[in-house]
């Protein structure tokens, strides 16, 4: 079976650019996940979907995060503008369901912000 | 929300030596306990989970251990191998429809030769 998509793999921007970043979970999988990984630091969930609704997105920081799930497939996170604390590593994951199962993550984007 | 901790932040153990990574939660409804390994530059993979309605699980040289009325749990890794070197990641979700997997913050450990 494939496993999560995301891209790019890479990306450097300056602060105050726009990046956007697109999962494509594994097919058939209703519930995405976008974590936010700091160098040293656990996955810190930004927004989690099911379907194409979205169940919990309290850490997204709205002001200048934003992330849609179209027809509950695929998945752009999108950051404008961005900060120098932005830079990470994005981590899209999938799951069947969101209740005890499991999550299966993409290789991830390496964000840098200069 | 959950808040999940986990300790220790690093681990150097020899080669055949057990390993035991501990993390405690926060929230009682709680009920789905996955371990991660994650190795340098990859993606996050589950190695082993366990559900509440179970104390202990264990998958060849991997145990994982749960205990609800303290809120902790334990991986253990007996007879380690220099490829078990990795960042280990505990997570905890609750017992609703939507819940959300929270991480701890990881645990790198070395093992030497």
């Known amino acids: 079976e494939a496993g999560v998509a995301q891209s790019p793999r890479y990306k450097i921007i300056e602060k105050r650019q726009s990046v956007a970043f697109w999962c494509n979970p594994i097919?058939?999988?209703?519930?995405l996940y976008w974590y936010q990984q700091i160098l040293g630091q656990g996955p810190k969930l930004l927004i989690q979907?099911?379907?194409?609704?979205?169940?919990?997105d309290s850490q997204l920081p709205k002001d200048r995060f934003s992330a849609e799930r179209l027809k509950g497939v695929d998945s752009t996170l999108k950051i404008q503008p961005a900060k120098l604390e932005d830079s990470a590593v994005y981590l899209c994951a999938s799951s069947l369901v969101a209740l005890n199962t499991e999550a299966f993550f993409g290789q991830g984007t390496r964000l840098t912000v200069v | 929300g959950e808040n999940v901790e986990q300790h220790p932040s690093t681990l150097s153990v020899q080669e055949g030596d057990s390993a035991v990574i501990k993390c405690t939660y926060s929230d009682s409804a709680s009920n789905y306990f996955p371990w991660y390994k994650q190795e340098l530059g990859k993606r996050p993979q589950l190695i082993i989970d366990i559900r509440s309605n179970v104390g202990e699980k264990k998958d060849q040289r991997i145990a994982v251990t749960l205990n609800k009325t303290a809120k902790h749990f334990s991986l253990h890794i007996t007879e380690t191998q220099p490829e078990d070197s990795a960042v280990y990641f505990c997570a905890a979700s609750g017992g609703s429809g939507y819940s959300t997997l929270t991480f701890g913050k990881g645990t790198m450990l070395l093992v030497s030769p």
């Open positions: 979907f099911q379907n194409n609704g979205v169940v919990d």
């Open positions: 097919s058939g999988h209703a519930t």
